[in-house]
């Protein structure tokens, strides 16, 4: 057995030293009575140490009854108790205890993250079965990368740049070509201008495809802002959510070898190489930790920071020519590029991914039907993620959810509760929970996956939000449109009497409505984009993930259960906040109501008076007419000026198509002098027609800004 490690660890070694710098042997006096022989090795990215261990049981998970550990040296940290700590610097700890080891935090009864000083468990019956069984809903054979320039190892950075370019002019020429459609043929019914942007947002959706994992990204996540692109590219969008394109198993083995450091039959006792799931930045692959403990590894796309780079250098260039275009509306093209920069850059780093999975974990710690996959911390690096496997039926199939007999009605109800704890109580919520990051255990507990994406509620909002909310119920539209200024959700721009007038439609509509009729989430997500399309509303990205994660589990909890009510779920929820809200209210209440009676009657009593003075001194005045009242109503104003214009543009044209008649007579007559004057005449009055139209569209834009 001795000799068999020994030939291992040398063809490791050896096979470490073709990839990597073999920078020495020695053995381990840290803990000799288990450890029998240390090796450094130095990847790119970390400095390694192999502990080969003998096992006191052979039947104890490892390579021929020996553990195997892949510890980064620079992360060892040795405890008085001569126990070696791994992995303070992610705050996970793993340690080797009678020949079996362990590499991660592991999960107590309750879900929650044991401390980092564990003993060891041997992994539990459930997830330890030597080979990997079928997968839950069966592993889809998934399209291939090949064929796509994008995934193209020499794929030139100047190439990349001409292809995206050419996509942004395709995309500005359809623009143009549909605006001057309807701006000048004007013939569009509502029906025909929807079936053209559906046409143009498939057309979209294809080119996105073509153009690889940023635009893919980027395309989900434009499928999020349904403040700010019509639905029906929200719509197509959305698609882009299943069809990514896997690349090979060689790629995926050769890059996660690259990563960490190690040929995988060294990290890992089986390994899958087709892969569960191919998304937009990476894809995953099954596998069986040497100690027999089942794991998902996330591999990252290869050359994906690289094509960021290149992609996001020409995004930026794009934003800015958005934002100085007209065609392209008003929004903060540039602001919104660097939310989605942001986040792109945060979803490749695995690293990050982990530290959320495990905070997320933590906050769900007490409650026991929320699962959150450990994360096996010595198996992961930047673009490599190593995660328990935690298998379970996607909460929106259907059949497969009622051929075991899962309560639906249960599990919608957790799915929403899951999120009101995150956004009320925890203020730390996964901002992607589509059906395909959420499945369902065999105890009916909700699984989530991907923590690539989350956000989160400072407290300071989160006292905001708890006033917006206290507004709404009392149905003040004064003080919701103030909670939405501090929100920054809404621009105090120029005269803001009509948000007020649709916010209290808005307010007396929805919470008058008896429980039969009441509005489902995703019809007010809409209500809410038509008035911000009229109104200086600017959701800031945290809201827009909010209100489409909940409207999401909201259209998920009505497939699962036909009876499903939100405001049922929620009612508790919304209880509790106003109980805190009155709480908070009482004791300061009373003090303000007290200190403002005794104010009202100050100054009603002092300055009775010189009040009834002075009205009677006004109305005196009006009287005699030496007050002249002068309204100017702002927005007839502007209408009156438009109606001008538009008078203007129309005599404009009338001089203009006279002029060019003349002209062509003239030239037909021979008399070119006078033509070319015509002609000369005809082009200034075109000249007006356009600059009018261009002022009018100006006073349009400046209409919805106020
Ligand atoms: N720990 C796990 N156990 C079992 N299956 C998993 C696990 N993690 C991920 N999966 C499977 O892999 C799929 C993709 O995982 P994940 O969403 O984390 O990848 P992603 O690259 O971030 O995808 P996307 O960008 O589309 O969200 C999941 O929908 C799930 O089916």
């Known amino acids: 057995m001795a000799a068999l490690l020994a030939s291992q660890s040398c063809c490791y070694a050896s096979e470490t030293s073709r990839t990597t710098k073999a920078i020495g042997f020695s053995s381990s006096l840290e803990n000799p009575l288990t450890v029998e022989s240390t090796h450094s090795f130095l990847t790119k990215s ?3 140490r192999i502990e080969m261990r003998q096992s006191e049981t052979p039947s104890k998970p490892g390579i021929n009854g020996r553990s195997v550990k892949m510890v980064p040296s620079s992360e060892v940290v040795k405890r008085k108790d001569g126990v070696n700590n791994v992995n303070k610097v992610n705050g996970s700890a793993g340690k080797v205890v009678n020949g079996s080891s362990l590499v ?8 929650s993250a044991a401390s980092s000083s564990t003993l060891v468990k041997p992994p539990t019956k459930q997830r330890t079965e030597s080979f990997l069984p079928p997968p839950v809903e069966g592993v889809r054979v998934l399209p291939s990368d090949e064929g796509f320039s994008w995934a193209d190892e020499n794929y030139s950075s100047f190439q990349r740049s001409v292809d995206v370019w050419s996509f942004v002019l395709a995309l500005r020429i359809r623009v143009l070509f549909d605006n001057a459609k309807w701006a000048y043929i004007g013939g569009f019914t509502e029906e025909k201008q929807k079936s053209r942007r559906r046409e143009t947002a498939s057309w979209l959706r294809e080119s996105v495809l073509q153009l690889g994992p940023t635009f893919i990204k980027l395309g989900q996540l434009s499928s999020t802002r349904s403040d700010l692109f019509p639905r029906e590219f929200v719509d197509e969008l959305s698609k882009l959510q299943d069809r990514v394109p896997a690349f090979s198993p060689e790629k995926a083995r050769r890059f996660i070898e690259t990563e960490l450091g190690a040929p995988i039959s060294v990290m890992y006792k089986e390994f899958e190489d087709q892969p569960i799931a191919a998304a937009s930045l990476g894809q995953v692959h099954r596998a069986v930790l040497h100690n027999g403990e089942k794991v998902v590894v996330k591999v990252q796309r290869p050359g994906l920071k690289k094509l960021f780079d290149i992609d996001l250098r020409n995004l930026k260039l794009i934003a800015e020519y958005f934002q100085k275009s007209e065609t392209f509306g008003t929004n903060d093209w540039v602001g919104i590029y660097e939310e989605c920069a942001t986040i792109l850059y945060q979803e490749i780093d695995y690293i990050n991914e982990a530290k959320n999975a495990d905070k997320f974990r933590r906050d769900f710690r007490n409650i026991s039907w929320v699962r959150v996959p450990l994360v096996y911390w010595d198996y992961s690096a930047m673009k490599v993620l190593t995660l328990e496997y935690v298998p379970g039926i996607k909460i929106n199939k259907l059949d497969a959810l009622a051929a075991r007999g899962y309560n639906r009605s249960r599990i919608a109800s957790r799915a929403i509760e899951a999120y009101l704890i995150q956004i009320l109580k925890t203020g730390f919520f996964h901002a992607d929970p589509h059906p395909g990051n959420l499945a369902i255990d065999v105890d009916e507990s ?14 300071f909002t989160r006292t905001r939000l708890l006033d917006l909310f206290y507004s709404v119920y009392e149905k003040d539209a004064k003080k919701v ?3 939405l200024i501090d929100l920054e959700a809404l621009q105090p721009t120029g005269d803001l009497s009509s948000v007020r007038r649709s916010i209290q439609f808005f307010l007396d509509n929805l919470l008058s409505q008896s429980p039969d009729q009441q509005q489902t989430l995703a019809a007010i997500g809409e209500d809410l984009f038509a008035i911000s399309q009229d109104q200086p509303f600017r959701f800031p990205s945290t809201f827009t ?4 994660a909940f409207s999401t589990l909201e259209g998920i909890g009505y497939i699962l259960d036909p009876d499903f009510s939100f405001v049922k779920v929620a009612a508790p ?3 509790e906040l106003l109980d805190l809200k009155q709480k ?6 009373l003090v303000q109501q007290i200190r403002k009676q005794a104010d009202d009657a100050r100054s009603s009593t002092l300055s009775m008076p010189s009040r009834v003075q002075r009205i009677e001194e006004f109305v005196k005045e009006l009287d005699s007419g030496d007050l002249k009242l002068r309204v100017r109503v702002l927005e007839s104003e502007r209408a009156a000026r438009k109606a001008t214009i538009l008078q203007m543009a129309t005599m404009y044209t009338v001089f203009g198509g006279t002029l060019l008649n003349i002209g062509v007579t003239f030239s037909n007559q021979g008399s070119q002098l006078v033509a070319n004057g015509s002609f000369v005449g005809a082009g200034i ?4 027609v356009l600059r009018s139209m261009q002022r009018v569209n100006k006073l349009d834009k400046f209409e919805k800004m106020i």
């Open 46 to 48: 970390k400095r390694f």
């Open 104 to 111: 991660t935090s592991r999960r107590n009864m309750n879900g």
């Open 446 to 459: 909700i699984i989530y996956y991907d923590f690539g994406m989350m956000g989160e509620i400072k407290t």
């Open 481 to 483: 449109m103030q909670n």
């Open 545 to 548: 993930f909010v209100i489409r």
């Open 573 to 575: 929820y919304a209880q």
């Open 584 to 589: 908070q209210n009482s004791g300061t209440q």
């Open 685 to 688: 009055f075109m000249l007006l």
